[in-house]
């Protein structure tokens, strides 16, 4: 084919070229013009009123979390053994990042969270010791924990250095003690025996473990507060005292 063949297809090519471009831009523009009432119709939120719906829209529950039946929070911090202890809000303490935050006296109990709780999942048996100290010191004391990710699961009740009633789960039964509370049987909380598997005739484990779960907040609410029941006025304008755990447990 010679140079004078070509030249007519090459001015085809950029016709159709020029045709599918130009109809590309229609659509566009079409969609555009439908999407536009809508894009203005969206309300425009201003600094203020942004921050504020982030805070309703973040939950106040830590993974896991003491509650003290007292109004004594010197008395807490002092069987704490807290060190570098310094002012902090509830609503950034309760978040569960600091390593210790004890909250002020709501309702009756004082609440006991961070990083710096000994996890029973991990050494059930440091958190015994941990718990059984506090609750000589204190009187009566709780404890909840909660893992979503990992559907871990922990309550444990005790008074005057004495278990009332505890549960640990983390894959298998690691602490079981006490007799099932009411509040247990009627929230349908299932709670194995050590060394027993739940059987997969009876009901799927993940379910199992995922109920348990998500019903620890309930169970703390029957026997005492769910952090993320606290209003968010009270979050906001009370603080509690940060600091440091004074050694390993």
């Given at each position: 084919?010679?140079?004078?063949?070509?030249?007519?297809?090459?001015?085809?090519?950029?016709?159709?070229?020029?045709?599918?471009?130009?109809?590309?831009?229609?659509?566009?523009?079409?969609?555009?013009?439908?999407?536009?009432?809508?894009?203005?119709?969206?309300?425009?939120?201003?600094?203020?009123?942004?921050?504020?719906?982030?805070?309703?829209?973040?939950?106040?529950?830590?993974?896991?979390?003491?509650?003290?039946?007292?109004?004594?929070?010197?008395?807490?911090?002092?069987?704490?053994?807290?060190?570098?202890?310094?002012?902090?809000?509830?609503?950034?303490?309760?978040?569960?990042?600091?390593?210790?935050?004890?909250?002020?006296?709501?309702?009756?109990?004082?609440?006991?969270?961070?990083?710096?709780?000994?996890?029973?999942?991990?050494?059930?048996?440091?958190?015994?010791?941990?718990?059984?100290?506090?609750?000589?010191?204190?009187?009566?004391?709780?404890?909840?924990?909660?893992?979503?990710?990992?559907?871990?699961?922990?309550?444990?009740?005790?008074?005057?250095?004495?278990?009332?009633?505890?549960?640990?789960?983390?894959?298998?039964?690691?602490?079981?003690?006490?007799?099932?509370?009411?509040?247990?049987?009627?929230?349908?909380?299932?709670?194995?025996?050590?060394?027993?598997?739940?059987?997969?005739?009876?009901?799927?484990?993940?379910?199992?473990?995922?109920?348990?779960?998500?019903?620890?907040?309930?169970?703390?609410?029957?026997?005492?507060?769910?952090p993320a029941a606290i209003d968010e006025h009270t979050l906001e304008v009370t603080s509690?005292?940060?600091?440091?755990?004074?050694?390993?447990?």
């Open positions: 084919m010679n140079t004078q063949d070509l030249i007519p297809v090459l001015l085809l090519t950029l016709l159709s070229l020029s045709l599918i471009a130009g109809a590309a831009t229609i659509l566009l523009i079409m969609h555009w013009r439908r999407k536009r009432p809508l894009m203005a119709a969206a309300p425009v939120l201003d600094p203020e009123t942004f921050d504020q719906l982030t805070r309703c829209s973040f939950v106040h529950r830590p993974h896991a979390w003491v509650a003290v039946r007292s109004r004594n929070l010197p008395a807490v911090q002092a069987a704490l053994g807290l060190s570098n202890p310094r002012p902090c809000t509830c609503f950034q303490g309760l978040t569960g990042e600091l390593r210790l935050f004890i909250t002020p006296p709501l309702h009756g109990w004082i609440l006991i969270t961070g990083s710096g709780l000994p996890d029973p999942a991990e050494d059930v048996d440091i958190s015994f010791r941990f718990l059984m100290d506090l609750s000589r010191k204190l009187g009566h004391v709780q404890f909840f924990s909660a893992t979503p990710a990992l559907n871990h699961h922990s309550w444990v009740r005790a008074e005057n250095g004495r278990v009332i009633r505890a549960y640990c789960w983390a894959g298998r039964t690691l602490w079981n003690q006490g007799v099932k509370t009411q509040a247990e049987i009627d929230l349908g909380m299932k709670c194995f025996q050590y060394c027993e598997c739940p059987s997969v005739a009876l009901f799927n484990a993940v379910d199992f473990e995922a109920s348990n779960t998500e019903r620890v907040p309930l169970l703390a609410s029957a026997w005492s507060i769910d509690g005292i940060a600091g440091e755990p004074p050694r390993l447990y």
